[in-house]
């Protein structure tokens, strides 16, 4: 007999809730972070990436399936390929005609989104302005997974596919400020359990094609369990402009000299995918509220702790309490470290918020805002103070937002919790204005709070 006598194999299709960053690590002419892309041109996910991401789920156990340098890993798993409007996977070396269609060629040029860190003097950290390149929201991938086993047990196997459905399950970078949210396709994929001694299950295994192109046949599908991930809290946001909103795309036009950011996403819920151009697209970035609740949730922390710049005792700084060194902020958002004198970084933590942009379809007007500051001398506009905004007007529109916070940030301060409620409030309330031109009057909104289904803040 065999040592492994037995295959477990899963087909899984994956969709982008949210944009993906598979970063390739090089540099472009025009983004500071490409898009890893295969042989054709188009985005997919390395395997390495996707078995690093369950290993990394699966916490102490993660050896046992996944290997060590003692053990070989039970577990094989392709890379992603992307798939076409049609739902065919786009794996192998495509002719130039197909990589040409409409629908490949929103691929050729992907959305590049700009960030720009903020300090507590509301002026970009020294160093914190960049861009990367973004695979767009829709998208779709499929891989395949093999674990291999010596008896016909398949609960191991079945657990790693529910980490897939897991809504804390992210890939790529940047899953703390808004990307990298993805859900199996109708919590749906391929299965086949194979026993080597039935002539008819290896015969099926053995003239497999290895090319993800070519569909399964005489597999059973099987539903993947979604449950609530234990150890967070869910904060469901329901937020209504108040009015004029703007969040800059760091563009002009022919009618403004700043202009709201739109992004293209893609619909499958036809029988073919459509690309939903983005001049119908309105996008509100997760990295937007992330740093507007990051210097509020200092300000309420700084404020439960008596912390304030008046009071501050001999040698300390308002630094010291604001950003990364801020105990609440840190404890949420995460730190990207110090660098030591040895050139090393220390302290370093991850962010324990989840949150994903908003990217919806909606007909909104527009309104074209014109600005000028006068001297108050001449009575004439001051040189270089005379521009225009096109803001959004989305009074009435109702915007839905997910938060989930690891309960470790919570654990052993409960002024933390407090202090993070307190800036959603803010947010829920006008209080806390997002997007450009927030002391113009852009940006505010009105909503309520949901912890965990129950509501805290707000009338339904």
């Known amino acids: 007999m065999m040592k492994n006598q037995y295959r477990f194999l899963a087909r899984v299709i994956i969709e982008a809730k949210s944009p993906l960053n598979i970063g390739s690590g090089n540099r472009g002419i025009k983004s500071d972070s490409l898009v890893l892309r295969d042989v054709n ?10 078995a690093g991401l369950l290993r ?14 003692q053990m070989g890993s039970p577990l094989i798993i392709t890379e992603a390929k992307m798939l076409n409007c049609d739902g065919t996977v786009l794996d192998g ?8 269609s409409p629908f490949l060629a929103h691929f050729r040029h992907l959305p590049i989104r700009q960030h720009a860190k903020i300090g507590h003097r509301g002026s970009t950290v020294n160093g914190g302005k960049f861009d990367e390149e973004i695979v767009l929201k829709g998208a779709r991938f499929c891989f395949e997974m093999e674990m291999l086993s010596a008896t016909d047990d398949d609960t191991d196997f079945k657990c790693l596919l529910n980490i897939l459905a897991s809504p804390t399950f992210r890939i790529g970078s940047g899953s703390r400020s808004g990307f990298g949210e993805v859900e199996v396709v109708d919590e749906l994929c391929r299965y086949k359990k194979i026993d080597f001694s039935v002539a008819a299950q290896r015969n099926w295994y053995l003239q497999k094609s ?9 597999a059973e599908t099987i539903e993947l369990d979604k449950k609530n991930e234990e150890g967070w809290t869910t904060y469901d946001l329901q937020l209504s402009p108040v009015d004029f909103m703007l969040f800059g795309s760091g563009l002009g036009n022919d009618k403004a000299d700043m202009t709201f950011v739109r992004e293209t996403f893609i619909d499958w819920s036809g029988d073919f995918a459509q690309v939903r151009d983005h001049e119908s697209v309105v996008l509100i970035p997760a990295s937007s509220v992330k740093g507007a609740l990051s210097h509020r949730l200092a300000f309420h922390y700084n404020k439960l702790t008596k912390k304030f710049a008046d009071t501050l005792a001999d040698g300390e700084s308002i630094t010291d309490y604001t950003g990364k060194n801020n105990a609440a902020v840190k404890a949420i958002f995460g730190s990207e470290g110090d660098k030591g004198q040895d050139g090393k970084v220390q302290n370093k933590q991850r962010g324990r918020v989840l949150m994903s942009d908003i990217i919806e379809e909606a007909s909104f007007s527009t309104k074209v805002l014109n600005h000028v500051s006068i001297d108050r001398f001449t009575g004439g506009a001051i040189d270089g103070a005379l521009f225009d905004e096109e803001t959004l007007y989305a009074k009435g529109y109702s915007f839905g937002m997910k938060l989930m916070v690891d309960n470790e940030a919570f654990i052993g301060n409960d002024l933390v919790k407090t202090a993070f409620e307190d800036a959603l409030k803010d947010l ?7 997007g450009g031109g927030v002391n113009r009057g852009n940006g505010c909104f009105e909503g309520t709070i949901k912890r965990n289904g129950e509501l805290i803040y707000g009338n339904n």
């Open 41 to 50: 041109g188009l985005p997919f996910i390395p395997g390495t990436t996707l």
């Open 56 to 69: 990394h789920a699966l916490g102490k156990d993660n050896d046992r399936l996944m290997g060590s340098q």
């Open 93 to 100: 070396i495509l002719p130039q005609a197909q990589l040409n």
């Open 210 to 218: 290895s090319s993800l192109s070519e569909e399964w046949k005489d």
């Open 428 to 434: 829920c309330s006008g209080m806390l204005p997002l």
